[in-house]
């Protein structure tokens, strides 16, 4: 079947060889010219296609990342408050509470629906974070509760920025 294909096109083209005047010109131009406008419309969109999904996938990791990064700024913020000896303004904490909220809001839901965006190792990671045994109750002594999440949340943070570059090929 494949001969008798090419066979085909063989007399097609022997077909179209045999004309002369405007049919002929018609058939050596255009064909090519539309042929060569097809390849290059499907490569751009193909590229286009890949340049948004990495976008999108992108902006996946950012907003983990950034959710991460503003549960730590809790903890990171109120250490240091402890650990000087100093108080945190009534305004700032309210910040920091809605802030933590918001960004336990945003890594349960890419726990989610992650799978769809970023991948399997970051998403076991986030997961870990989230789902981590919290061995230190504040109760126990605030200030080791307090670096213990510290430490957690800022390892966490490493350890996904690291896994985001890979996964987007920025080493």
Known sequence: MHKETLGSVWEFLTWVNGFDGFIADIFSWFVPVFFGIWLSVRTALKQFLIEKQWEQKTKSYEDAISAVYQSFRFFDETLHAEEGEQEISE??????????????????????????????L???????????????????????????????FKSCIDDLVKLAKEDLGMK
Do not use: C, M, W
């Open 122 to 152: 970051f998403l076991e990671r986030l997961k870990k974070l989230h789902n981590r045994d919290h061995n230190l109750h504040p109760q126990a002594g605030y200030r080791e509760y307090l670096a213990a999440e510290h430490d957690a």
């Open 91 to 120: 305004e700032l904490k309210k910040e920091l509470v809605k802030e933590y909220a918001n960004a336990d809001r945003i890594i349960v839901e890419i726990v989610t629906l992650g799978t769809f965006k970023v991948s399997q």
